[in-house]
């Protein structure tokens, strides 16, 4: 039997830092304006003559340089340290904070720069999965239990699930959730390896879309019972489940990532038709999007709310993109749009789904959000600023 | 934080430790026995995952929403180690399903492929109680009705590193057995048939808490006290004071030690015992304490 949540868990404070910027309001009004930031990134390490998109973090003056330990935890401490103090958290409140960490890359772009003159620092240096999480605990005094997930694109969606599960029953007060996920020649030669990295512009659901162009970024948001801010969002329920179809693609037909999404919807209480629209993944990928379409449809019908995506501002962030694209979604929705998805421009039959194609007009609403990722791995959430 | 859901029925348990076989093929071999899905692109991290939930799930008809909870300190070292050679001295893209294998979740992905499972799927950790708050997820999973069947598993390569391993515990190398392992408890909501059950599990940011909640907690079966490698001889002594009848039971000294080790002593206590309690306490580098306990009916 499906247990329904009881409690309603707001996003106290949040912060957010990617392509698009650092400060919300900024991020926001580049959303509304159709920018992007976008750099093409060499594979000169591969010897090759090319180079490859990627939403990089723009530096600013002053900053260590992007491949450093010391910007790894200057952009990982400020984006929480906004967090906590948009949610005007007190001393008390911090230190006893739990933790909810989600990351695909983890630690890995700590290492990367050694690893141009050795070998096997990972092996004989790495902290393990669970290291970064600490690191934020003892740099802002908190004394409460570190969670770190590890489940590719879902990672911090599964932060953001979970927390929400012990606030809602009572096991924790409030929880800070962390995506971050910073460049990696890993993730990058990865994703090119698997021949996935598509030439800009990202266009995720088009008939001509050719691929995922990476991001990079770090989201922080507090959830809490209470929230100072009138029309605050708040996190109703969520679902995970793993698609076994394959460990780098789901099921084309849809019937798991429909499951997670009808799970998320039963938990959170709310029917379909009641959804007033859907951040979809939307990695872009002829695969991704083909199933994510598909598993839409089983859930709506021929009743598909508005659907749109956002990594064509910010890029897949991977497992940040759960803490990340909740924050640029419900930051949208406040400030009374819906993002078009941008790039789109060619419906695709095969797809049968065609995303927001202008902005829509919308402050307030119950929402769906999809995360899926290598590992069969799907996760969605469905949050509201109804009152 | 107190997680005692009354519901977490241990049904079996299963564990794969020992020394590291350079060989794949010795554990493509032993999972076999176990599943006829062929894996091979698997590496050491999938197939010890595999070879420790699969004899978990062994001959339980555990059914299709089953959630599986992975949860490791350090994932999977191997081929990450691999694709950056790849990438940094060889200047070679990696090979995909190396990269894949990068993402330790894959290991989760194929142990519910292999079961056949649908339910929740989770790769998880929190620097040395990953055991402990990976059972705090399930119990959460429980308590919000998503979860009635689950398996979860600690699982750790060997650490080689003298010189990582000292750093991080200010331990002597040599005064363990370092071997790898992937220990798994099958849990369900159903109390019938059960073969014990996990009772609390706790965590405390001081000592002094964590003895305060075992002095309020009663014990009806002889308890087992089991301790985590960061814990202190005083540590030891302080829960000592608190439990004047409980049998050290040393875990590390039996089978080896390897990151997961909150997870072995479980499997290794149900393995051993009967009519008993386990209390193991651990304890992380930021100095705070995960209790658990767990009734071996």
């Given amino acids: 039997m499906i247990s329904q949540v009881k409690e309603k868990v707001y996003i106290r404070g949040k912060a957010v830092r990617c392509a698009l910027g650092e400060e919300i309001g900024t991020v926001v009004a580049a959303m509304r304006d159709h920018k992007v930031h976008m750099e093409e990134v060499p594979l000169s390490l591969i010897n090759l003559d090319y180079g490859r998109p990627y939403y990089r973090l723009p530096v600013n003056e002053g900053e260590a340089p992007s491949n450093s330990e010391a910007f790894f935890y200057a952009v990982l401490y400020a984006t929480v340290e906004k967090a906590i103090v948009d949610a005007q958290l007190t001393p008390e409140e911090i230190e006893t904070m739990p933790i909810f960490f989600g990351s695909t890359s983890i630690d890995i772009p700590l290492y990367e720069e050694t690893y141009r003159t050795a070998s096997n620092v990972l092996s004989k240096t790495s902290s393990g999965y669970g290291n970064i999480a600490n690191e934020i605990a003892n740099h802002f005094g908190i004394k409460a239990g570190c969670y770190t997930f590890t489940t590719a694109c879902t990672s911090s969606a599964n932060g953001v699930l979970y927390a929400t599960a012990m606030i809602d029953q009572g096991a924790i007060e409030r929880a800070l959730v962390v995506g971050y996920d910073l460049f990696s020649n890993l993730g990058f030669c990865g994703f090119e390896a698997l021949k996935l990295i598509a030439p800009p512009p990202y266009r995720p659901f088009d008939k001509n879309r050719l691929g995922v162009i990476m991001g990079e970024g770090c989201g922080a948001v507090v959830l809490d019972r209470r929230s100072q801010e009138e029309g605050a969002f708040y996190c109703m329920a969520g679902a995970n489940a793993c698609d076994t179809h394959s460990v780098t693609t789901h099921d084309p037909e849809g019937h798991a990532i429909a499951a997670v999404m009808q799970d998320a919807l039963g938990r959170a209480g709310v029917s379909a038709d009641r959804i007033d629209a859907v951040k979809a993944h939307a990695t872009g990928s002829y695969h991704n999007d083909l199933t994510e379409c598909n598993g839409l449809k089983r859930v709506f019908g021929g009743q598909v709310p508005p659907v749109t995506g956002l990594k064509s501002f910010v890029g897949h962030t991977v497992g940040a993109c759960g803490v990340i694209e909740l924050i640029l979604f419900s930051e949208a929705v406040k400030a009374g749009f819906i993002p078009a998805t941008l790039g789109f421009e060619t419906p695709d039959e095969e797809l049968g789904i065609t995303p927001l194609t202008r902005d829509l007009a919308l402050a307030s609403g119950t929402f769906l959000l999809n995360y899926f990722g290598f590992g069969g791995n799907c996760a969605s959430l469905v949050i509201s600023n109804k009152e | ?297």
């Fill in chain 2, 1 to 297: 934080m107190t997680t005692g859901n009354p519901n977490m029925h241990i049904h079996n348990y299963g564990s794969f430790v020992g020394h590291p076989v350079e060989e794949m093929k010795y554990y493509k071999e032993d999972v076999s026995r176990y599943t006829r899905l062929h894996f091979r692109r698997a590496n050491r991290f999938v197939l010890l995952s595999l070879a420790g939930a699969c004899r978990c799930a062994h001959e339980q008809g555990i059914g299709k929403k089953t959630a599986v909870y992975l949860t490791t300190e350090n994932g999977n070292l191997g081929d990450t180690e691999t694709v950056l050679h790849q990438i940094f001295h060889m200047h070679q893209f990696p090979m995909p399903y190396n990269f894949i294998n990068t993402m330790s979740n894959t290991a989760s992905f194929y142990v519910a492929q292999s079961l056949e499972l649908l339910g929740r799927n989770v790769t998880f950790s929190s620097k040395l109680l990953s055991f402990e708050r990976g059972l705090e997820l399930t119990s959460c999973d429980m308590e919000m009705g998503a979860v009635e069947e689950a398996l979860i598993g600690g699982v750790d390569e060997a650490s080689f590193s003298k010189e990582q391993f000292e750093a991080k515990f200010d331990r002597n190398y040599d005064d363990y057995t370092m071997v790898e392992g992937s220990c798994w408890l099958l849990i369900r909501q159903r109390a019938e048939g059960a073969l014990g059950r996990v009772s609390a599990v706790a965590s405390f940011a001081e000592i002094g808490n964590a003895v305060a909640w075992l002095k309020n907690e009663s014990f009806d079966r002889p308890v087992k006290v089991a301790h985590g490698i960061l814990m202190t001889p005083e540590d030891k002594a302080t829960i000592g004071r608190a439990l004047p009848d409980a049998t050290p039971f040393d875990a590390i000294s039996e089978k080896g030690y390897f990151d997961s080790a909150a997870a072995c002593a479980a499997t290794t206590f149900l393995e051993r015992f009967n009519s008993a309690t386990l209390i193991h306490i651990n304890k992380d580098t930021r100095g705070h304490y995960a209790l658990l306990r767990i009734e071996k009916y």
